[in-house]
């Protein structure tokens, strides 16, 4: 070794660590320089994923960490240049606002707080509110909030779990962090990557489908996190990966669950009129990905108690559900529970049992609500992410491509069950969104089994996410294809005025 590499190995064992900024700003400074995760990760020898890692809260340790903070201080000194550049110095306007310095637009969704509220992110007062959500402008003000007692930094370990401890200042590790308008990094023109990727494993297997396919669908999470990545380019909420999350969302043992319940429906219709009849097994098209349409939480979860519901927030809430009288003729909303009393259910549970309390429906007592962990939410976090999914796989269907399709249902599929502790997907850790996401399908089937019996078709099961059996016409219900708004046959049988079981799986798939 020589006396440089000495000195450097010397130094990375050092106590005193070289200071990093903020995650966030880690990650703006490789996008203004329109670098990639892959670029940065090959100059530091490093795989894509670990710079991701970095880029959500986790930091790197020894030589590594050396190279990281020279990279980051490079960067910054040459944006800086580049700017003074562009932007020689003019003399300061009159300040007539309290809002100097800040770049804010007519059209940039953000207004200015009267009163200073916590900022979604790092609970410290902010005096600008951003697309209705209280929030500082410059990530430096939520890095830069005094250490909250009893607060620890999460240890540096490159191959460490992530854990829900908060960081100094009361910041989560990770979150998700609001871009105002008028500082969107706009996405640079790209190549589709799902079309790019099918055509280079078919390349690479010489045309055998069964190998590529094979071969896309081990590398589906990496390759559906960088589709998350490359679609949030652009958009408002910007997805960083390990939230601080409470105990409830904490599997109670390794092996074990954690403590929110998802509402599975496991249903089956208890009696049948006297006669033969005929039950078509319908099969419900991308049950998860339709599901990634549904209310996310945009920060970190708070507590609060009390029996009041805020629709502008989304999360898991502690309720007492309702008696449900119907279940001779529909599945219980709540799903196929055994046990009475107070349960942990997700936002979607939530809002499908208050709708269906309410004066259009009338089929229950509301529920009550007795505590929830929520955040200011947004239905279109994951929009553009599952608009890319469903148009490749509209394409792949209409040219015949069962590669394409198979690529894409792996990658929606993992990608949900991934979400939470799970080894094979470390970018994205957020298991209250896996819970959200489940049971967003779950309330979908059962609307479903409400059309059906609405319309007049009589319910003999609902399973799972997508498995709904009906006796009649359901031909005028429901359009058949394999659209995402379509449903397929899954099979057709005969059953009779006696008590009746049927071969069928009890488990719900999530079929294309």
Known sequence: MGDFEAIDALLARAGKAVPLPPAEERRALREELNLSRAQLARALGVGPSTVGGWESGRDPSG??????AYFLEGARTKLAAAAAEDDPVQEPEEDVSGDAGRDVGPDDDVDVLAVARSCVLCGQPAHHEVAGYPQHLDP????????????EQIPATSDARPHSRP?????????????PAARRVQAADTPDLIVSAVAAALAEHSGDVEAATAALTKRAIPDAMALLDHSRKGGRYDVIAHPWLPDILRKQTSRGADQIWEARP?????????????????????????????????????????DHHDRRRAGVHLITPPVWEHDAVLPNPVGSRDEPGP??????????????????????????????????????????????????????????????????KAMYSKFVSTLGESNYNRELYRTDWMHLIRSQAFANLWWKAHRAYDEGLMVVRAMGTDELHVIGDWQAVFAEGRGLTEVKVKDVYVVGADPYSDPHTEDGRDDA
């Open 266 to 306: 496991k249903w089956t219709r208890p009696e049948l009129p006297p006669g033969e009849h005929e039950v078509t097994a319908l099969d419900v098209n991308g049950a998860y990905l339709s599901a990634l349409k549904t209310h996310l939480p945009i920060g970190q979860l708070e507590h609060s108690t009390g």
């Open 167 to 179: 960081r100094p200042g009361g910041r989560p590790a990770g979150g998700v962090r609001i871009v």
């Open 63 to 68: 030589e590594v960490r050396e190279k990281y």
């Open 140 to 151: 430096v003000e939520c890095a830069a909030a005094p250490p909250t007692p009893g607060s």
């Open 343 to 408: 349960l942990w259910v997700t936002e979607p549970t939530l809002r499908l049992l208050l709708r269906l309390s309410g004066p259009k429906y009338g089929l229950c007592d509301p529920p009550r609500i007795h505590e929830s962990w929520t955040s200011g939410a947004t239905e279109g976090l994951l929009e553009k992410f599952r608009v890319a999914l469903k148009d490749a796989r509209d394409a792949a269907i209409a040219e015949g491509d069962e590669v394409t399709l198979e690529y894409v």
